[in-house]
C-alpha cells in the first residue's frame, strides 16, 4: 500500500460493543477519509477529516486525525451486526486516492 | 439517486484474451477513476480522467489502456489477460479534481483462466 498500513488487520468484536481501528500514512495530506467495503462490493464513503481537524463525528462515527504522527483512527460505537465490513482509511494523493491495507470487522450477535 | 454504473458485473476470460470495462458515472461528474482490487487487498489506483483528459497514472501495465468518452463514459481495455489480472476492477466517479469524496461502483470481477 502506498499510504501504509491499518491496524488491526482483523477485528471481531460482539454486537453492542465499540470498535476501533487505526491507520498511519507516510505524506502530507490535506484530508483523509475513511471508506467501508461489504464483501465483494463498492467502497462507500463513510466520513472526511481536513487536515486542520483533530477529530469528528458523524452519527456513530468518531474519527481523529494527529498530523504529526501521521495517524488517525476510526471508532465505531454501539456496533451492530450490519457494521461487518472492512473499512479502509484513504489519503489524497495528488488528484487521486490511495487506500491503506484496511480493517476487516466482523460483529458477532 | 442515481450511482455509478459498472458493466458487466461478472467477467471471465481465458489467458491471452482482451477485456473491456465500462463506467458510467453519476450525471454530472466529470472525473473517474478505475481502481484494481485483488483478493483480500486495498484497492490499487490504475488511472484517472478528468473532463475526458487523463488525469493521473497509477500502477496501469502497458498492456492496458482506457479513456474517457464525450458522454464521460469511461472504459477500460485489458489485452493480453494474465492469471495475475483476476481481480474486483473499481470504477468511481466525483465532481471534479478534489479528491473529497469518491462514489464508487459495485466493481467488475474479473476471472482469467
Known amino acids: 500500500s502506498q499510504q501504509g498500513e491499518e491496524d488491526p488487520q482483523a477485528l471481531s468484536i460482539q454486537e453492542g460493543e465499540n470498535a476501533t481501528m487505526n491507520c498511519s500514512y507516510k505524506?502530507?495530506?490535506?484530508?483523509l477519509q475513511w471508506y467501508r467495503q461489504n464483501s465483494g462490493r463498492g467502497l462507500v464513503h463513510l466520513i472526511l477529516i481536513r487536515s486542520n481537524e483533530r477529530e469528528k463525528h458523524s452519527g456513530r462515527l468518531r474519527v481523529t486525525l494527529d498530523t504529526s504522527k501521521k495517524s488517525s483512527s476510526l471508532l465505531i460505537t454501539a456496533s451492530r451486526a450490519a457494521d461487518t465490513a472492512s473499512y479502509f482509511c484513504a489519503t489524497d494523493d495528488d488528484y487521486k486516492l490511495s487506500f491503506g491495507a484496511g480493517t476487516t470487522v466482523t460483529v458477532r450477535a | 439517486a442515481a450511482g455509478v454504473i459498472q458493466s458487466p458485473r461478472h467477467l471471465i476470460k481465458e489467458k491471452r484474451e482482451t477485456a473491456t470495462l465500462k463506467c458510467y458515472p453519476i450525471?454530472?461528474?466529470?472525473?473517474v477513476y478505475w481502481y484494481q482490487q485483488g483478493p483480500g487487498q486495498d484497492p490499487q489506483f490504475l488511472i484517472s480522467f478528468y473532463e475526458k483528459m487523463q488525469s493521473d497514472k497509477g500502477s496501469i501495465p502497458d498492456r492496458f489502456s482506457a479513456q474517457q468518452f464525450s458522454d464521460y463514459h469511461s472504459e477500460l481495455n485489458m489485452s493480453s489477460l494474465e492469471l495475475g489480472d483476476s481481480a474486483l476492477y473499481f470504477c468511481?466517479?466525483?465532481?471534479?479534481?478534489?479528491?473529497?469524496?469518491?462514489?464508487f461502483g459495485s466493481g467488475t470481477q474479473l476471472s482469467v483462466l
Open positions: 468511481a466517479s466525483s465532481p471534479g479534481r478534489v479528491n473529497e469524496k469518491l462514489f
Open positions: 505524506t502530507s495530506i490535506n484530508n
Open positions: 450525471p454530472r461528474h466529470d472525473t
